[in-house]
């Protein structure tokens, strides 16, 4: 019996720390689930392909600490953050689904914390489930819940969902009053008022759901467009207002030409008196990019030297600069620090970048590049293309519609033949993406199209054939958006060869106001 009684001690024993193994594991699953959801799409593949948790867990502490936006201190704000996130809602947003036991709330409060706004319609008594709709007004999002018996509050696409009883049409109208309690948030939501007052008659449930289906597409498209998290830190400095972009051009020997746009305001820096002109003042430029291993690629350090001539000049200018690099295809994370020396404003930008493959055969475009200006036969510039093509960087992709905008794009690999000339055929597509109008309206719009090279040529239309000399085309156009709709745009670039039959597209997304 003593020996019995020895081996249930060792049994007992031994369960007990297999079950803690266990727990230690969900522990681990769960904290690598809330990571992931701060990552974006390619991001998120990479982290997938780690099997290992010990790797995860380097591959998680490299990401923290080349994400830390003040990396002298012993303090790393937005793990911090990302930390106390991710408590709140394991307090406040839990249901019982594994691996992240929080509901869809939670999930979006980790990823961009507290909604600018929100409604709670309570369901207590009424023909409706609990329902919530979620704002993030610089996101321009706005995300509806409906709660779920044993799954907490989930996304949907309609609140039609949270009603909970009644025949299509009656569903319709209880659903279209939740709407309308949405107001507040924003007047697209004033709309479903002519369903509830019964002014659609008949027609109510076909509007009611076209209006949904609008809704739905609208925050899908802009869930592909904003970032996959959002934070925001305190600096010992204030903030410089500086934005970003980027385009990917093809370059030698397999490279890819990676350009990056940056600007900000010259009135939020501290400007001298100059000795050779009347103010001047110095921002210290930092590039740093990391590969998807978190591994420094490269660290380049620059000093602007920015000059005005008057006052007038330093509240109304936008300094505008690029930065170019040649990279392997591949996924980086880039950092831009900007430091106005002797000044009390800074910016830290942050940006991950999916570097194409233009090293194969295949016919291919470049990405589609804003532009405020183009010119030709430039002998030196930064902002110089080949075949002396100087393109001007328009940072982000707000246009004004009441101005003309350049756009420049590549074109690689085009069939020649014997005589090295090339044919082909570009055509483009505009669409308005906003709610009130998802349709082509190419027609409103009026491209003016050119050629770069030895024998520029000159295009009116929204599509032509060309021929050229060689594999490779430098196209740029000027386009007038007066006429076309405010709101979410796309463009779409096709190109046919028409000695291969072969073609490709290139699209840009872009907001006119």
């Given amino acids: 019996m003593r020996f019995q009684f020895f081996v249930m001690i060792i049994f007992i ?3 007990a ?22 990552l974006s799409d390619e991001l998120q593949q990479v982290y997938d392909d780690i099997y290992i948790s010990a790797e995860k867990n380097s591959w998680e502490s490299k990401y923290w600490k080349i994400s830390d936006p003040t ?4 303090r790393n704000e937005y793990y911090q953050e990302f930390s106390e996130r991710v408590e709140y809602s394991k307090n406040n947003y839990s249901n019982i689904i594994a691996p992240l036991f929080i509901d869809d709330r939670g999930k979006y409060y980790i990823k961009y914390g507290e909604p600018d706004d929100k409604v709670i319609s309570v369901g207590i008594g009424k023909p409706w489930e609990d329902n919530e709709t979620w704002v993030y007004y610089d996101l321009n999002l706005y995300i509806d819940f409906v709660y779920k018996i044993g799954f907490g509050f989930r996304e949907v696409n309609s609140l039609f969902e949270a009603v909970t009883s009644g025949p299509s049409n009656t ?3 209880i659903a279209s009053n939740l709407y309308l309690e949405r107001e507040t948030l924003h007047q697209k939501y004033s709309k479903f008022r002519n369903i509830s007052d019964g002014s659609h008659g008949l027609m109510a449930e076909s509007y009611f759901y076209q209006w949904t289906e609008d809704l739905s597409l609208e925050k899908k498209i802009m869930l592909e467009t904003i970032p996959p998290s959002k934070y925001s830190f305190s600096y010992h400095k204030q903030p410089l207002h500086a934005a970003i972009s980027s385009s ?3 370059a030698d020997l397999g490279f890819s030409r990676v350009e990056f746009y940056y600007s900000f305001p010259l009135n939020e820096l501290s400007f001298q008196s100059g000795s050779q002109v009347p103010f001047e003042t110095l921002v210290n430029k930092e590039v740093v990019i990391f590969n998807q291993k978190f591994e420094k690629m490269l660290q380049k350090n620059e000093t602007l030297k920015l000059f005005a001539e008057n006052q007038e000049q330093i509240n109304r200018r936008i300094y505008i600069n690029q930065h170019n690099e040649e990279l392997h295809p591949g996924i980086y994370n880039i950092a831009l620090k900007l430091d106005n020396i002797g000044g009390e404003r800074m910016a830290i930008l942050r940006a991950q970048l999916n570097v194409r493959d233009f090293s194969t055969d ?5 990405d589609i590049q804003f532009s405020s200006n183009i010119r030709e036969n430039v002998q030196e510039a930064r902002n110089l293309k080949p075949n002396g093509i100087q393109v001007f960087p328009y940072v982000g ?26 044919r082909f055929k570009i055509e483009y597509e505009v669409k308005s993406l906003s709610m009130e109008n998802i349709s082509a309206l190419t027609t409103a719009i009026q491209f003016i199209t050119r050629l770069g090279g030895k024998k520029s040529k000159e295009t009116i239309g929204s599509s032509f054939e060309s021929e050229g000399e060689g594999e490779f085309q430098q196209i740029y156009l000027a386009i007038d958006f007066s006429d076309f709709p405010a709101g979410l745009s796309q463009i779409t670039i096709h190109i046919t060869d ?8 290139a699209q840009k997304r872009f907001v006119l106001k």
């Avoid at 720390?17 to 990571?35: G, R, Y």
Wanted: charged share 25%; no cysteine; proline share 3%.
């Fill in 248 to 250: 990917l051009f093809r």
């Fill in 17 to 38: 720390i297999t079950l803690a193994a266990k727990d230690d594991d969900k522990v681990e699953e769960q904290q690598h689930a809330f990571f992931r959801l701060i």
């Fill in 498 to 505: 028409l000695k291969s039959n072969k073609s490709t597209s």
């Fill in 71 to 74: 990396p002298n201190t012993e």
């Fill in 171 to 173: 569903k319709v109208h």
């Fill in 397 to 422: 992709n707000t246009i004004n519609k009441s101005r003309p905008i350049y756009l420049y794009f590549e074109v690689y690999n085009l069939m020649t033949g014997s005589e090295d000339r090339s």
């Fill in 13 to 15: 024993a031994s369960s």
């Fill in 362 to 366: 295949s016919l291919l475009v470049s």
